[in-house]
């Protein structure tokens, strides 16, 4: 009889994967099934940075480096981070690691003691609640209303914090909402943090996709104190298209990276040489790509919000970043379709995808049930198709 890891076994598989597993099994039965699940880009890699990969790769000098990342890599991030964040930080404050979700680990890793409360504003991304756990934090959620466009209110900030409250997790531009912070939303969360003694954990990862002429602001930036309190996490994956090449980075105080850099000294050691190298392209090579791969996402955004707000009873308000938007799905929980009760987003995920062979993740994997992510990292044609059976099925 062997016992396994109480903690462990307390973690859950990712509600999105039953979803995803019948979509694979789908497709590989030859059944055409347009899928809005994904959460990647759905472009290639920028030329250029391939091309500086298989430069090393040629030049053969691939062993191991520094484990919290190419001194080089370092500081190229710190230039990125000082011209289009206007955060001034130095290399020893930067961990490279195996993408933006590492990172995140090695976070709560060194900043969580057993007991100690994370603020999860909800919808969340899928894995925040597992990751505060995985370090004996105690995930607390904030319900953030679609009228509030699934933002954050001080004043619900305020109602849960105690003294177990260690850090809020802020991602500007969301996974699933798409929500953008203001300067000035910004400000009073940044006031509340420094008030309460609060670790910000800033999730920058979709900082190149937003739309409608806004800008990407980091709480950090906003002023000194502030920043002395933020973890500051970006990587490769969303702006550049470079999602297995698994780079993320976190810039922070030089006491929480040093933490973080022992941790993953032992965990894992370097990410990927070939990978640093090309990152470091990425980041200081033309970035022409990524504006033309904004501006794709752009059109397909504004295409699906449009259709979507045109299917009765479904809505959705107008995401200002990332690749996502939320479908509600209020109107139809508790309807019949064909002779299916709907009683929750997983029911409405399954029938759609049964019958109109269309995927979706429920709303209930971000902790929003009347809610759908659709991803609109596919192809103008794909989101046509998609909302077309979604309607046919529904209204037909
Ligand atoms: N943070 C958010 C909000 C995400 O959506 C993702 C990926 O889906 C990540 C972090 C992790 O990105 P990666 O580990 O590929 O850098």
Avoid at 325 to 352: Q, R, Y
Wanted: aromatic share 8%; charged share 25%; proline share 4%.
């Amino acid at each position: 009889n062997i016992t396994l890891s109480k903690k462990n076994l307390n973690i859950s598989a990712s509600p999105t994967l039953s979803i995803d597993a019948k979509t694979k099994q789908m497709k590989a039965e030859g059944i055409d099934v347009i899928s809005f699940g994904v959460g990647e880009p759905d472009f290639q890699t920028p030329e250029n940075i391939k091309k500086a990969a298989i430069a090393v790769i040629e030049k053969g000098s691939i062993g191991y480096t520094a484990a919290a990342g190419l001194p080089e890599l370092k500081k190229v991030i710190c230039q990125k981070l000082e011209k289009e964040n206007n955060l001034s930080y130095h290399p020893e404050n930067i961990i490279v690691s195996n993408g933006a979700k590492h990172s995140l680990y090695n976070i709560f890793q060194a900043i969580c003691n057993p007991g100690d409360e994370v603020i999860i504003p909800v919808p969340y991304w899928v894995s925040y609640p597992e990751l505060v756990k995985m370090a004996d934090g105690i995930p607390v959620y904030i319900e953030c209303s679609e009228e509030n466009q699934f933002k954050l209110k001080k004043e619900d900030l305020l109602s849960v914090i105690t003294s177990k409250t260690k850090a809020i997790i802020l991602n500007s531009p969301s996974n699933p909402t798409g929500s953008l912070y203001s300067k000035e939303e910004l400000e009073e969360i940044a006031e509340v943090a420094v008030r309460n003694n609060l670790i910000v954990v800033s999730d920058e990862i979709y900082e190149k996709l937003v739309y409608d002429g806004q800008i990407h602001i980091s709480i950090a930036s906003l002023n000194n104190e502030i920043k002395e309190r933020t973890i500051v996490i970006n990587g490769m994956s969303k702006g550049y298209a470079m999602t297995g090449w698994r780079i993320g980075y976190t810039a922070s105080t030089k006491e929480i990276a040093k933490v973080m850099g022992n941790i993953q000294s032992h965990a894992t050691s370097n990410p990927n040489t070939v990978a640093q190298y090309a990152s470091i392209e990425g980041l200081k090579g033309d970035q022409s790509s990524v504006e033309e791969m904004r501006k794709a996402f752009d059109e397909r955004r504004k295409y699906m919000v449009n259709r979507i707000n045109a299917i009765k009873d479904l809505s959705c308000i107008t995401p200002k970043g990332a690749f996502y938007v939320m479908m509600n799905i209020s109107k139809w929980i508790g309807k019949e379709i064909k002779g299916h009760t709907i009683k929750n987003s997983i029911d409405f995920a399954e029938i759609l995808l049964e019958n109109a062979k269309v995927a979706i993740v429920p709303g209930l994997a971000f902790g929003a049930d009347d809610f759908m992510r659709l991803s609109y990292a596919t192809s103008l044609e794909n989101i046509e198709e998609g909302l077309n059976r979604i309607d046919d099925y529904l209204n037909k």
